[in-house]
């Protein structure tokens, strides 16, 4: 199975920052890399797929890159609806591993 | 509108059984995998199931394979998960999410359904 490793597990973060996540697959899985926001109590939601696709209807200040094995979500100017965790996914093999998420909170 | 809707958790006994179900709208039901994630109390996500469109492939976390099926019915557009010999760490949100592709994203999630497993 690929394991996932994100890191950190949480950062404090003020409105207005630029702030990297960062997901590490355990072999390589080309750009099958999926970023998700989950807010308490919803469902998560898809905001990069393919490693870099900003999925239709989220803000640009989302981005997503890299490949094989590293890869990075950058929120460039934190806003305040921002504040949630973020889980990372390969979709190159099953089982469809999560990371361990990383949780944004207020500074 | 894309709409998933899970529905069927509940409370039950350790070694009991559940069947969870998900109905979905707003999209050609067939033309998608189907797949269960859950997500443990405070906890992370966990890919749980899958099935491709046709129900041709079918795929389980180890943690639930030989206790937990998953099936479709395209004429009814829903996803089920049959859940057997149920165990405490079994106590979770169940969510259906589609992906369009075998190696595509959950684009779409429903609102999860509570499944609790406690004598």
């Known amino acids: 199975d690929i394991q996932m490793t994100q890191s950190p597990s949480s950062l404090s973060a003020s409105v207005g920052d630029r702030v990297t996540i960062t997901c590490r697959a355990s072999?390589?899985?080309?750009?099958?890399l999926c970023w998700y926001q989950q807010k308490p109590g919803k469902a998560p939601k898809l905001l990069i797929y393919?490693?870099?696709s900003l999925q239709t209807g989220v803000p640009s200040r989302f981005s997503g890159s890299g490949s094989g094995t590293d890869f990075t979500l950058t929120i460039s100017s934190l806003q305040p609806e921002d504040f949630a965790t973020y889980y990372c996914?390969?979709?190159?093999?099953?089982?469809?591993?999560f990371g361990g998420g990383t949780k944004v909170e207020i500074k | 509108e894309v709409q998933l809707v899970e529905s069927g958790g509940g409370l039950v006994k350790p070694g009991g059984s559940l069947r969870l179900s998900c109905a979905a709208t707003?999209?050609?039901?067939?033309?998608?995998?189907m797949n269960w994630v859950r997500q443990a109390p405070g906890k992370g996500l966990e890919w749980v199931s899958s099935i491709t469109g046709t129900s041709t492939y079918i795929y389980y976390a180890d943690s639930v394979k030989g206790r937990f099926t998953i099936s479709r019915d395209n004429a009814q557009n829903s996803l089920y998960l049959q859940m057997n010999s149920l165990r405490a760490e079994d106590t979770a949100v169940y969510y259906c999410?589609?992906?369009?592709?075998?190696?595509?994203?959950?684009?779409?999630w429903g609102q999860g359904t509570l499944v609790t497993v406690s004598s």
């Open positions: 707003g999209f050609t039901f067939s033309d998608y995998d």
């Open positions: 072999q390589t899985i080309s750009r099958y």
């Open positions: 393919a490693a870099s």
């Open positions: 999410a589609r992906a369009p592709t075998r190696v595509g994203p959950y684009d779409n």
């Open positions: 996914q390969q979709s190159d093999s099953t089982p469809k591993t």
